[in-house]
Antibody, heavy 115, light 108 residues
Framework: EVQLVESGGGLVQPGGSLRLSCAASGFTFSSYWMHWVRQAPGKGLVWVSRINSDGSIISYVDSVKGRFTISRDNAKNTLYLQMNSLRAEDTALYYC????????WGQGTLVTVSS | EIVLTQSPGTLSLSPGERATLSCRASRSVSSTYLAWYQQKPGQAPRLLIYGASSRATGIPDRFSGSGSGTDFTLTISRLEPEDFAVYYCQQYGSSPLTFGGGTKVEIK
């Protein structure tokens, strides 16, 4: 059974940092692109970042470029999102999702940026 | 950036009725990379349709997708009580990947 489990969310002050993790199981993690998608409270879905299977191709939405860094450890079957210089507008539920047909998503981890 | 505009914003229908949801792109999207999702409160998005018209695993055949280029449609042939939710389209062929703003299907 494919599982994606996010962790690392929490309450952080503006300007602070967090690192999100997404633990994958039930499939060959090293074969898939992986993505982060976020959803602010009561709002729609916004794609944040993606990384290819070996980590050599990465892209971001403009609003997080220079502040967020996506990475992966294929030996640990884990996807990461390092978030720096956090802003109030980064407050959201952050999902990881498996690329390809996008059939598999985690349940999300909540990031709240507030003083 | 490809902007996806979904309409209507809200669709008020009764169980048993047909729902037609629209997703219009600001420029052409490869059908291969157009998906539809259903999301209920407190849940992650659930993939319904990928490749514009292919149903995901376990999705009932009352859900169908169609379209090409800049105009795509999700049709629910007969609404069941569990179908009342928010629906999003997504294009994942061009970076940045983008989602539509969503259509809420509510009980009339």
């Amino acid at each position: 059974e494919v599982q994606l489990v996010e962790s690392g969310g929490g309450l952080v002050q503006p300007g602070g940092s967090l690192r999100l993790s997404c633990a994958a199981s039930g499939f060959t993690f090293s074969s898939y692109w992986m993505h982060w998608v976020r959803q602010a409270p009561g709002k729609g879905l916004v794609w944040v970042s993606r990384i290819n299977s070996d980590g050599s191709i990465i892209s971001y939405v403009d609003s997080v470029k220079g502040r967020f860094t996506i990475s992966r450890d294929n030996a640990k079957n884990t996807l990461y999102l390092q978030m720096n210089s956090l802003r109030a507008e980064d407050t959201a539920l952050y999902y990881c999702a498996r690329g390809g047909t996008w059939e598999y998503w985690g349940q999300g981890t909540l990031v709240t940026v507030s003083s | 950036e490809i902007v996806l505009t979904q309409s209507p914003g809200t669709l008020s229908l009764s169980p048993g009725e047909r729902a037609t949801l629209s997703c219009r792109a600001s420029r052409s999207v490869s059908s291969t990379y157009l998906a539809w999702y259903q999301q209920k409160p407190g849940q992650a998005p659930r993939l319904l349709i990928y490749g514009a018209s292919s149903r995901a695993t376990g999705i009932p055949d009352r859900f169908s997708g169609s379209g090409s280029g800049t105009d795509f449609t999700l049709t629910i042939s007969r609404l069941e009580p569990e179908d009342f939710a928010v629906y999003y389209c997504q294009q994942y062929g061009s970076s940045p990947l983008t989602f539509g703003g969503g259509t809420k299907v509510e009980i009339k």
